[in-house]
Structures are given as C-alpha cells and as structure tokens.
C-alpha cells in the first residue's frame, strides 16, 4: 500500500525561516502531495523556486486554508493570533513558529527528542519553541534523566538571522560602514551589531528580564516537564548564523565531565565537539546549515560541586526553527496523529 502523502501548507514562506521550512522539507523527503506558498499581500506573487518546479506565494487568507493537512505558521505572533484559529478549524494541523501560543496550556510546546508524547493531546495548534530553547533542551533531556537538574544559568550568543534577512544584510553592511570609516548605523537592531554586541534581545519586563530571557525560563519548564528553576542573559552577537550558549547546570548530586561525555555520545541528535588538545569545539560557523546540536567544553564548576559547564552551538534556522517544525510532523505521521 502506497504511503499517505499530504498537502502542506507554508505561511511566510518568503522569510527565512519560511525558506528553510520549504528545504528541509525537500531534504527530508517529507510526504508532499502538494505544497501551497503563503505570505502577507505585500510578499504575494513572489516566485520561489522548490526543487525543479517553481511555485508563486499566494495572499495567507482563511478561505485558502480548507484542504491543507500540515500548515507550518512562521509570519510572527500577529499573523498567527489572527490566522491560526481560522487554519485549525479547517482541518489543518498547524505548527506554529512565533510565540503566539507557546504558554497556552491547551498547546503542546514541542521538541520531539525531549516531549514527543504531548503531541498526542493536541487540538490542532502545537507550538514550535524559541531557537535558543530548541537546541538547550535536547542537551538537558538525557543529563536530566540521568542526573537530574537542579538549576540552570544560561548565557546566550545569538545570531544577527534570529531577528531575520534584514538583519543579517544590517551586519554586513555596517561592516562595510566600520571598515571604511564610516559610522555603523542601526535601522533593524538597536544599536550597532557590527563590531559589537548587544547585551539584551526583546523588550525589557517589570523584573530587568527581557521577554527572550523570560521565554527560556518559562519553555524549558514546560518542554521538560519540570519546574528547573532557569536564569537567562540573551545577546546578540554579530555572526550571521548558529546560536551558541554558555550553559552552568547544578545538578542534584556531585557529576563527572566524564559522566556527561558517556550521556551525551548516545543522545539523540546530539553531537560531542570536545577536544582541549586540538582546540576543536562547537564554532557558529561550522555549525551552520547542519542538523545536529554540537556540544563542548564540558568542564566541572569549580565553584560547586555538582556543577558543570557546558558550551552548545546549533544553527538557529534548522533545530531552532525549521527542522524541529518538520520533525514535529513527522513524529505526528509516525504516532498516527495525522
């Protein structure tokens, strides 16, 4: 019996996260019957090419919706407040990529190395987490269920292609601008990227947190299942692509580097980059355009003893958006959900 194919719809698929959706789903041989381009009406008409076919985006609408089984949503929170609920009402399973939903409690928030069996109690909506969140948890799933995890204090080094293409052509051209003696001037980050970092990502909260930070902290509680108490610092680094982060972890009882390494070499989608001698460890730009979530420097906290350091660096496009979307649906295919 010939295996079931599905029509997939894709909302933003002008956007890079959009495009890297339409890849990954073409590297992946994901079932397609059919796929539909969609985009707000400035971006409709755009003509992108998918394989050996082209295809034109078509104005994201709640008539075009009827007929689609997968709609992976990545257009922002506002387009999917406003669309989203038209999307699930017609049939689709739509897998959301913006914040929109991530706390709702009916929404499963979901990294299918970590939570794939929240999927079976989805209405229609599952959330795709923030980037940063994606690659952390599929590192804390098999340490935690090993170890367990007390606490955690995370530093984050984000790419300029988390705040999109617009940011990433901000970083060169500033550059350019610094380079040339020129002075680097901001119109997508808010302050200049080129050269420098930026100590905060999002809006400020009543607390001093940003609203990054407070994403991290309230989506790993919910992905893992347990109120792992998280502190978070998230800044943008001027590398085009691949987040990295500086990862303390207190554990309930004294661990070994050595004891981590065993857990993580047989961790799902995990890979160990880890050699003081060479010098080699997980580097942006190595990781970029690849799957796996690298980890390295795994050192004790010689502050505490049942601490331990870690450094994880994965493409913020693949594990941090796209490919954890396109898993999802796979996973969903594989359950019998779909």
């Not at 706390?103 to 987490?129: D, F, Y």
């Not at 990227?193 to 994403?215: D, L, R, S």
């Not at 989506?219 to 692509?241: D, F, L």
Request: charge should be neutral; aromatic fraction near 6%; proline fraction near 6%.
């Amino acid at each position: 019996m010939a295996a079931k194919k599905y029509t997939v719809g894709v909302l933003g698929a002008t956007g890079l996260v959009g495009r890297e959706i339409i890849k990954t789903l073409s590297e992946r041989k994901f079932p397609v019957s059919r796929l539909i381009l969609l985009a707000s009406e400035r971006s409709a008409g755009t003509v992108l090419s998918v394989g050996k076919k082209t295809l034109t985006v078509q104005v994201a609408e709640p008539k075009i919706f009827k007929g689609i089984d997968f709609l992976f949503s990545s257009a922002g929170g506002s387009v999917s407040k406003r669309l989203a609920s038209h999307a699930v009402d017609a049939g689709c399973i739509v897998i959301d990529n913006t914040s929109a939903f991530r706390m709702e409690e009916h929404v499963p928030l979901v990294v299918p190395e970590v939570n794939a069996e929240t999927l079976r109690h989805h209405k229609g909506l599952i959330a795709n987490p923030n980037c940063s969140t994606a690659q952390l948890v599929v590192v804390l799933k098999p340490l935690h269920d090993a170890f367990g995890i007390k606490r955690l204090v995370v530093s984050t080094y984000q790419a300029v292609s988390g705040a999109g293409n617009k940011a990433i052509e901000e970083l060169y051209m500033q550059s350019e601008q610094v380079l040339s003696g020129q002075p680097a001037i901001p119109q997508v980050l808010p302050y200049p990227i080129a050269f420098n970092v930026i100590p905060f990502i999002g809006e400020f909260e009543a607390n001093g947190y940003t609203n990054e930070e407070m994403k991290m902290t309230h989506e790993v509680a919910k992905i893992m299942g347990a109120p792992i108490p998280t502190t978070a610092t998230c800044v943008r680094v001027p590398v085009a692509n691949g987040h990295s982060e500086s990862v303390n972890i207190e554990f309930e009882r004294p661990v070994t580097p050595e004891q981590v390494r065993q857990v993580l070499a047989n961790a799902p989608l995990v890979t160990l980059r880890d050699d003081t001698q060479l010098r080699h460890f997980p580097y942006p730009l190595e990781v970029s355009g690849q799957d796996q979530v690298y980890v390295g420097r795994i050192r004790q906290d010689v502050s505490h003893p049942c601490g331990i350091n870690l450094w994880v660096v994965a493409d913020n496009l693949r594990k941090g958006a796209a490919l954890n979307a396109v898993q999802i649906a796979e996973t969903m295919i594989a359950m019998g959900l779909a």
